[in-house]
């Protein structure tokens, strides 16, 4: 039998006899040119393969970086662009969307209280007596009652307009929402320089949103102050107000005259000018605050700086510049 597991030939001899050669085995040098035959044709195959791996494996890897690079160079890109929009917004815009709202948001959830149901004798309520029927003092003693939202201001702005008067509106025009002031300039949609806080502990207050120079214009009531043509009218427009909406109402109502030798009239600041509080000889707290923004007389309604005022600082008048009596508007 032929070992096939030899390297072992056969082949028949012309006499027909079976020549058994011997084992052939390759030489040594045979051998190493068959390695290196076979090494040089694995080595290109090896890597071929191992860059068809990485291929494989990396490209997904290299989109999602590249995907994840460029979701973030796109969101700082919007980012960019939304503080640019920011930083660069103008009074106007602001006033868009306030105008916005302003026509979607009058109905709100206060109800006017209706004449029928105002308290007996209203009619002839004093102003210390409007104060004590809404207990007042307790609201005014409240220095945590948080600021007046748009919604309270439009409120307030629209029970003026059905109460009292229905022609002078100041405000239907003026692009900048009660909660930014009014437009002090006329025609342009620039606030007053102040803005509202609450400061925990101490109140509600006006504090300057930028440096003021001594003798600038502070406030301009003239443009934005409402009148009330008697006291009955004042008291029909406080007691159809929500108490808190008529203790606020009582505590920001002065009386003026408007010009020179005139009669005592009652007016009110329906935006945040409302806010003003007094430094004066009456008013000085352990602070020591002091009187910077009052009227020339006492029937001016523009406030101008006494001194310069810093940003920040708490924009303070005299509450006595205006004379109070009164049983000089009927509400004795």
């Known amino acids: 039998m032929i070992n096939r597991s030899s390297n072992v030939s056969a082949r028949r001899s012309g006499g027909g006899n079976i020549v058994v050669l011997a084992d052939h085995h390759p030489s040594s040098k045979t051998k190493e040119r068959r390695s290196s035959a076979r090494s040089s044709f694995m080595l290109p195959l090896l890597i071929a393969s191992f860059t068809l791996l990485i291929m494989v494996i990396g490209r997904p890897l290299l989109l999602l970086s590249s995907s994840s690079s460029s979701a973030k160079d796109d969101d700082k890109s919007l980012q960019l662009k939304s503080d640019s929009t920011t930083s660069l917004r103008k009074p106007s815009d602001a006033s868009s969307d306030y105008t916005s709202r302003k026509q979607t948001n009058n109905n709100s959830n206060y109800k006017l209280t209706p004449k029928h149901q105002f308290s007996k004798g209203w009619q002839t309520f004093s102003y210390d007596h409007i104060r004590h029927h809404f207990n007042c003092r307790q609201r005014s003693k409240d220095m945590n009652k948080p600021l007046p939202s748009l919604d309270d201001w439009n409120f307030m702005r629209r029970t003026y307009t059905q109460i009292v008067d229905n022609t002078i509106k100041p405000w239907n025009d003026d692009l900048i929402p009660p909660t930014l002031g009014y437009s002090i300039l006329p025609g342009l949609p620039v606030p007053p320089p102040y803005y509202a806080k609450l400061s925990p502990g101490k109140g509600r207050g006006l504090f300057a949103s930028r440096y003021i120079k001594e003798g600038e214009l502070v406030h301009d009531g003239t443009v934005s102050d409402v009148i009330f043509p008697n006291a009955m009218k004042f008291r029909e427009f406080v ?57 020339e007389s006492g029937y001016e309604g523009k406030f101008y700086a006494t001194r310069d005022i810093e940003e920040g600082e708490e924009i303070l008048t005299d509450y006595d510049v205006y004379y109070t009596k009164w049983s000089l508007v009927g509400l004795g």
């Open 239 to 295: 007691f159809s107000l929500p108490r808190d909406f008529a203790c606020d109402a009582a505590e920001w109502v002065w009386m003026q005259p408007l010009e020179k030798g005139g009669d005592y009239r009652l007016l009110l600041g329906i935006n945040i000018s409302a806010l003003m509080n007094s430094g004066g000889k009456d008013w000085h707290d352990e602070e020591g605050k002091t009187v910077n923004a009052v009227p």
